[in-house]
């Protein structure tokens, strides 16, 4: 993960690393192409916890899942928004270890994410859950 300072004269400055962050021309936070596999958290995708924030998923049929790191691999307020690009089929997301929670689900469950949905997932300051909302769609 890079080093980040914030500095009156130059704004947001990147000290180290190679980071996938921009902030213009909009807010650009990197991004990762994972396929579904598996039904459970021993079996599925693992979402890299440094391969960027936006994860794009593809291969979801309503029982394969994806999950996200364990809540020890990263610093409190790191934020994963997960798309389903299946139109059809839900997508369940886990928690990186049974030990690890999406609230409002319990340990080791997952969060089902509906057809062309996306979940926001922040890890909490304490490293016990990962808050998480599910955007509505709403048309025009």
């Known amino acids: 993960m890079p080093k ?3 500095t009156s004269a130059r704004g947001l400055v990147q000290e180290t690393g190679s980071a996938p962050l921009s902030l213009a021309p909009g807010l650009g936070i990197g991004a990762q192409s ?3 596999t598996g039904a459970n958290i021993n079996n599925c995708t693992q979402i890299g916890a440094n391969a960027g924030g936006a994860v794009l998923v593809s291969g979801a049929d309503g029982t394969k899942a994806v999950k996200l790191p364990a809540l020890s691999e990263v610093p409190a307020g790191t934020i994963f928004m997960i798309l389903n ?3 059809s089929n839900a997508l369940e997301v886990f928690p ?5 929670q999406i609230h409002p689900a319990g340990d080791g469950a997952a969060i089902t994410v509906a ?3 996306m979940l926001l997932c922040i890890s909490d300051s304490a490293g016990v859950l990962w808050a998480s909302a599910e955007p509505a769609v709403t048309g025009a």
Do not use: F, I, S
């Open 4 to 6: 980040v300072t914030v």
């Open 96 to 100: 990186g270890v049974a030990g690890d």
């Open 34 to 36: 994972v396929t579904a």
């Open 85 to 87: 690009l299946n139109g």
């Open 115 to 117: 057809a062309d949905g």
